[in-house]
């Protein structure tokens, strides 16, 4: 009855619709955060590769690489420069960057020449986790000049504000908890204010349970885990651990079990099928942690294959999960638009054995129709099960659908 009222009158209802209208538009900004990261974030990390001997000569040519070796093309589009490229704050407490990075301002407008986005590294604390200056207590001050250089993306690294945590709670844990959270939440603000769409990437290795409360202070993702390395067991070790936590991603909020290692040299080629894959099925980012310049064909082989691509980067955005685990044996499934599933069976052990999947296993009823997204060839029906050989350390990744 009132709404009838209220739409009758001319004033009410230009009062209605400016308070709609100013609704729908903070709706928006809301919106436009939520649309970010729609799919798990892909690009290049500068991390893995460079550590703290990163360049502003490194990012660029990084940059170019993405665009000529096609993995811009092939959705690789954020560019991300990690820790140590921060410099000193001037007498107004603004933050530059040091001499590797001489202008952040023109090498973001050269990134986005190349139609690719550019990231940057901070963290809560006074210093970041190799010793550069941190964004505690110039958050929104740091948030505005980010935005003001162009920057798409921040990973967030607890870093120091671990030992902040620790002074001003007197060892209370649950204290502690309750400022990471509200160290997060004051960044997400700072970044929400400056009305530029920033994609944040939370960086605490995965302390007290981030997945159940990173979307709460707008994380787009958030680590699950410690930091990966360029070695099956420490990379395997952090991959498999990824089982159950399924039901905490979604599009605009990913679990991030750290960067990928493929093309660093120290693991065979099965090994980095099995980390291209697995973080596939985990919807997890992808976030290549090599040299882009100095690529091999089968390094650019697994990080460009576009089946296995399009499985962490399916529309449903919905994580994969174990389906079981015998000894090292392992398959996972990742539930795909149109029905379909990616079906991957691991092989943990250093040996190559024989690995079977029952479709029932997997949510098929009856026959499904199969592919082989490593070998790009359609195997036609699979009747009641699938068994193939895996690789020591390996992989068979699948395509079903009915
Ligand atoms: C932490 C993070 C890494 C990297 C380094 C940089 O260890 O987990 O991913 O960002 O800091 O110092």
Redesign the pocket.
Known sequence: MRLHRYSRSPLNFSILTTFGMALLLSQGCRAQSRSLASTPPMGW?S??HY??NVTEADVRANADALVASGMRDAGYIYVNI???WEGKRDAQGNIHPNSKFPDMKALADYVHSKGLKLGI?SSPGPK???G?EGSYGHEQQDANTYAKWGIDYL?Y?L?SFRGTMQEESGGDQQKQWAMMRQAYEKMHQALLNTHRPIVFSL?Q?GWDAVWQWGPKVGGNLW?TT???KDNYDRMSVIGFSQAGLSKYAAPGHWNDP??LEIGNGKMTADEYRTQMSLWSILAAPLLAGNDLSKMDATTKSILMNKDVIAVDQDRLGIQGDRVSATGPFEVWMKPLAGDAKAVALFNRANFPYPISVQLKSVGFAGDAHARDLWEHKDLGTVQGSYSATVPAHGVVMLKLWQ
């Open positions: 990390n991390w893995n550590a703290t990690d820790d140590t590294y970041t986790c190799a550069y990973k690294d870093c960086c290795y680590r410690g930091d990966v750290d960067m």
